[in-house]
């Protein structure tokens, strides 16, 4: 019995709960100031992530979303009956119906996620959309491994399902790890679907992460906020604004806070400056051609069996086989 009876399984690896307030007091030591991307999420944030998805300059979901549609029968070719679809990061229900949806006779889904409420949520979702499904869930920090070990599941094919270019948003080194993590947790025939956004004109891209509405500087201002309410900080967001730059040399969209003018201000009782026109730097979203990612894939062991992208080569899919 796991305490969640609508479920097939709830595994709790009981993932050690990320520091807040150290990660933020050490971000703001540093030089340049940094803050952790991951904390953009709690339920504001969210919220107004979902909102990015909807915005015009934000090509990204909707872009995934049809290469999805298009591709589907080829994804129930190869995944084959039977699959175990696993989703680390559970959230983006859109995306995996429309998986679910294509393949034929999907045997399991598991939701894999570091937030155990977060996670029950979406797999009762998932189960009460699709009765004939297997949905079962752990808990757990996909960032340091994957333990698909005790999956009390039939064995169908694998296949792990990391949409939406969120591999971008970490480092070189951590991509690499994360990819590694996947790939150590796969058997003989298992497969990864992940999607990454392109290299394009700048011009797209920044204003993809700067849109007209603003709906983006509030999801970076957020995380000011969030530090404001849940660490006693005093930090004025007025005073910061809003910057998305492209960063060649690194292949990457920046997203940081700039100070507009000088500000003195505390987080948990510790004190920290800013000078005027200096920058918080809050966010990495990497961009990949097709050889970087290849590169990528292939550095930890992985065959790029398929990619798939739009007309315009906006974003793109890939099939990665051990
Ligand atoms: C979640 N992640 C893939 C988004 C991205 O595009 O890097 C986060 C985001 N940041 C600003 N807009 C969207």
Redesign the pocket.
Known sequence: PNGHAALAFFDDQHPPAGDFLADVLDGFSRQPKQLA?VY?YDAAGSAI?DE??QLPE?Y?TRTELAILDRIGPELATLAGPGAVVIEPGSGSSVKIRKLLDSLSDPASYVGLDISGSHLEAACLEIAAAYPELQVGAICADFTQGLDLSHLPLEDGRRVIFFP???V??FEPDGARQLLAGFRQAMRPGDAVLIGT?RVKDPARLIA??DDAQGV?AR??LNLIHRINRELDGTIDPDGLSHR?VWNADQSR?E?HLVADQAQEFHVAGRTFQLREGESIHT???HKFTQESFTSLAESVGFNVRSTWSDDADLFSLHWLEP
Do not use: L, R, W
């Open positions: 991307p953009f992530f990015i998805t934000y990204v939406g270019s969120t971008g948003n956004d993809a992460y983006t999801f970076n998305a969209i997203m966010e990495n979203s």
